[in-house]
């Protein structure tokens, strides 16, 4: 998909995350100004550095040599890493009908899988579910960076210590029964060491059942599992979801060190930025809890914890 169609998409709206509520349809907003992104993420400044020459690949490319180094592939299908501490970068992936575009399989555990400076997308097609849905655009990483990631149900499935940073997420597909996340971590309860450090989020559904002028809201930007402990969420710019953000206390844990700090928030496409709130799940009275320097995105005014 082209930039220029890339960059009508991102207009877009929700459903719950945890509860799985959802947020009504809407009409797309007026576009933004270029400035909405100033400073942040965006297509500018994400996926493969200018000049990378591509290879095309077509079919599931597996990685099986300790310490690869994948770059220059444009693939359609995904790359799959059955090897230790493999980096993929500067890659673009379509991922249409996948389980992911790069992805550790879930039985081998995390690997050290770094995925940098990629573009990975898919294309959904509203009467064609199956061939269509991706369901994340990166799946059991340690580090993901620099990445555009759309068109997908979830932009990365991961948690333990993923250092996830520099990432332009956005356009989410959905067929009306699919719960999108920005960052999804479900499996990873009570790890530690998560990092989610200057991504660009936009919890919006324009693919699938939806488009960008009847679009709806993901499920959520950051959707973080009971009891994840020793995390820093810092310096995002996000938009859009149910809760913007769903928190590790959904049930009643008190995990230590959760520091959520200096985060934007848009009212772009809802007063409260998610439809119901910008956040939900976080326990004030745990050990070492940290809600400081967030603001709203137009204004500076801090929000609370």
Sequence with gaps: MDKINR??????????????????????????????????????????????????????????????????????????????????????????????CVGVPGELGNKNLKVLNCRLYGVPVKDNHDASHLLDGVYNAIEVGFCEIYGCENGVDGGGSLYMHDNYIHDFADWGEDHDDGLQTYGWDHTGGLRVIHNTIVGIETGGAFSPTHWRGSSSCLALSEGQFDMTIDGNLFFGGSYTLYGPSQHGASPVNVHVTNNRFSRRYY?????????????????????SGNVWHETGAIIPP
């Excluded at 890493?81 to 249409?96: E, L, R, W």
């Excluded at 007063?271 to 809600?291: E, K, M, Q, V």
């Design 7 to 100: 960059r009508v998409l991102t207009t877009g709206l929700l459903s719950g995350a945890m509860s799985f509520a959802t947020a009504g349809i809407a009409q797309s907003p007026v576009p933004a100004p270029a400035t909405q992104f100033a400073g942040f993420p965006d297509e500018t400044n994400t996926g493969p550095v200018a000049h990378t020459i591509f290879q095309d690949y077509t079919g599931n490319y597996e990685v099986r040599t300790d310490n690869a180094v994948v770059s220059g592939l444009r693939v359609t299908g995904a790359i799959v890493v059955h090897a230790n501490n493999v980096t993929v970068q500067n890659c673009i992936v379509n991922g249409s009908g996948q389980l992911w």
């Design 271 to 291: 007063p409260r930025c998610g439809a119901y709130g910008t956040h939900s799940g976080f326990n004030r009275n745990g050990p070492g809890f940290l809600w």
